[in-house]
């Protein structure tokens, strides 16, 4: 069986958790935090979450497991098959994580956990996520999908990581960064309602005491 190793609070980890749910895939799930012991980083070498297991051993890197789901297992696909439109997948849920993802996770330690982050790292991000959503309005269709009628790979990154960088903005700079785009908006709301991400979303919460208590004792 697959075997999913990660913490419910992760994002990245709870984009190969719905993508094994809304494929039907029977897995795992093994509690990991790979910062805490050498051992670890045998499993995840940059002591990064999510990890699959599978008979041959360990794959890493969210758009890794994702591909490999899609080219070894069956279940509704999440990549189309044509290579132009599955190109543009791909690049949609890239250009999340260069130009949405990575600038918000600057701001997340004063967003989320407390602690404060210089004015010009928040500026910074600010300037680049105005433009990261800007693109993505250009480059999306949310016909109803990011990428057209279907559920797709970059509907998991719209999910668990514009909704990470919209809170940003609301609660840092008081901007909702999807104001200027409503079939967006619409489309994030009506993700968050399915089945299994209200599952998710549920184990996330029962997960976070627990992960705010680990991360005090690191500081």
């Known amino acids: 069986m697959l075997k999913l190793y990660g913490f419910s609070v992760s994002n990245y980890y709870n984009m190969v958790k719905l993508a094994l749910m809304e494929k039907g895939l ?3 799930e093994v509690a990991f935090y790979p910062w805490q012991s050498p051992q670890g980083l045998e499993i ?4 990064k979450v999510p990890v699959l297991q599978v008979e ?24 189309p098959a044509e290579p132009f439109q599955r190109a543009q997948v791909l690049a949609l849920a890239r250009e999340i994580e260069l130009y949405i993802e990575l600038p918000a996770r600057t701001c997340y330690p004063e ?11 928040k500026a ?10 800007a693109s993505l309005t250009r480059h999306a269709h949310f016909a109803p999908y990011v990428a057209g ?8 990154y719209f999910l668990y990581s514009v909704s990470l960088a919209r ?24 993700l968050e309602q399915l089945p299994n991400a209200k599952r998710i979303e549920a ?3 029962t997960a976070m005491p627990q992960f705010l208590a680990m991360i005090a004792a690191r500081k």
């Not at 009628?149 to 998991?156: C, E, F, M």
């Open 26 to 28: 029977e897995f795992e």
């Open 44 to 47: 995840s070498p940059r002591g």
């Open 56 to 79: 041959q051993g360990f794959i890493h890197e969210t758009s890794v497991i994702l591909e490999y789901l899609e080219q070894t297992r069956t279940g509704p696909a999440l990549l």
């Open 111 to 121: 967003a989320f956990f407390g602690m404060a982050v210089a004015e010009a790292i």
């Open 124 to 133: 910074k991000a600010r300037d680049e996520l105005l433009q990261g959503f």
């Open 149 to 156: 009628d279907s559920l797709s790979v970059a509907d998991l």
């Open 167 to 190: 809170a940003v903005g609301l609660k840092l700079f008081g901007i909702d960064f999807l104001d200027a785009a409503p079939a967006a908006k619409a489309l994030l709301e009506r």
């Open 203 to 205: 184990d996330k919460a």
